[in-house]
Nanobody, 117 residues
Framework: QVQLVESGGGLVQPGGSLRLSCVASGVLFSNYDMAWFRQAPGKERELVAL???????NYVDSVKGRFTISRDNAKNTVYLQMNSLKPEDTAVYYC???????????WGQGTQVTVSS
């Protein structure tokens, strides 16, 4: 059974930082492309950052230079370091694991990030 469990969300002031973690189980983690998505109220879910199995990274333009995605295959964990947070970063953040060759796609339950003074 595949499980993705996110943690690290919370309330932070503008300009602050948070680090999200996502621990995967039930998958051969190193073979998966891992990503963070977010969904704000009334908006569609959007891709925030992706790290491939080969450690290539991509970011949505709005977070470039502020967010960093990384992975630790030994711990089956993907991280999202978020710095210089803005109110518009407020959303539920979801972890995603994808094995493209087999079209396998899994989601975590989400963690709330709120940026507010």
């Amino acid at each position: 059974q595949v499980q993705l469990v996110e943690s690290g969300g919370g309330l932070v002031q503008p300009g602050g930082s948070l680090r999200l973690s996502c621990v995967a189980s039930g998958v051969l983690f190193s073979n998966y492309d891992m990503a963070w998505f977010r969904q704000a109220p009334g908006k569609e879910r959007e891709l925030v950052a992706l790290i491939s199995s080969g450690r290539t990274t991509n970011y949505v333009d709005s977070v470039k230079g502020r967010f960093t995605i990384s992975r630790d295959n030994a711990k089956n964990t993907v991280y999202l370091q978020m710095n210089s947070l803005k109110p518009e970063d407020t959303a539920v953040y979801y972890c995603n694991a994808k094995r493209v060759i087999f079209n396998w796609n899994y989601w975590g339950q989400g963690t709330q990030v709120t940026v507010s003074s």
